[in-house]
């Protein structure tokens, strides 16, 4: 089953705008994670919140997290021609290890216009 | 370093065929796992591994069989191909003392099956 729901489903922007992109999740975690995806490659870690955190911020990259709503955002500052790519948040399970099993949402995919 | 490698990037299959997908890393990681990529689903967890010798069923294991025979290797084998198997497939593997719990994910195998 599907853990995350990620909204939209995709986005269009210009260059230089921002983007920003929304994950909801069913069960209890101990973290949240973000990757991209570029077409036909593998995923890559973008940022890692905890379920103790609320926000996080890496470089253009911030990440809120709720965990009454179990929800997470993801918003890219200054988009770039760059950052066109599949966007996938990902969930574990709360308490102990997750063994490296990671539940992912469906994706968002971005296109950022130069 | 070379991080998670995957062979064949591209294979097509017979209904019934049966064959592998190889993935190494060279990281020493202790996770690993296979997801498969389907359009509109994310990523989904076929199997895992938490160490040599050790493996265990994710979300969708059926029609899939996996070893570990070392550290590095984690091959995936089909059984009996069936149209359902056409996906990407992603090798992934991580640390258990990993501070960010990233997976680092292989640039995929596209399988198609006729």
């Known amino acids: 089953s599907q853990q995350g729901e990620e909204d939209p489903q995709a986005l269009s922007i210009q260059e230089g705008e921002n983007a920003t992109m929304n994950c909801s999740y069913k069960?209890?975690?101990?973290?949240l994670q973000w990757y991209r995806q570029n077409s036909g490659r593998g995923l890559v870690h973008l940022i890692l919140i905890r379920s103790n955190e609320r926000e996080k911020h890496s470089g253009r990259l911030r990440v809120t997290l709720d965990t009454s709503k179990k929800s997470s955002s993801l918003l890219i500052t200054a988009s770039q021609a760059a950052d066109t790519a599949s966007y996938f948040c990902a969930t574990d399970g709360a308490g102990g290890t997750s063994y490296g099993k990671l539940t992912f949402g469906q994706g968002t995919i971005l296109t950022v216009h130069p | 370093n070379a991080g998670v490698t995957q062979t064949p990037k591209f294979q097509v299959l017979k209904t019934g065929q049966s064959m592998t997908l190889q993935c190494a890393q060279d990281?020493?990681?202790?996770?690993m796992s296979w997801y498969r990529q389907d359009p509109g689903m994310g990523l989904r967890l076929i199997h895992y591994?938490?160490?040599?010798?050790?493996?265990d069923q994710g979300e969708v294991p059926n029609g899939y069989n996996v070893s570990r025979s070392t550290t590095e290797d984690f091959p995936l084998r089909l059984l009996s191909a069936a149209p359902s198997q056409t996906s990407v497939y992603f090798c992934?593997?991580?640390?258990?003392?990993?501070?960010?719990?990233?997976?680092?994910f292989g640039e995929g195998s596209r399988l198609t099956v006729l």
């Open positions: 990281m020493n990681h202790e996770y």
């Open positions: 992934a593997s991580s640390s258990p003392g990993s501070f960010t719990g990233e997976l680092f």
């Open positions: 591994s938490v160490g040599a010798g050790i493996t």
């Open positions: 069960t209890s975690i101990n973290n």
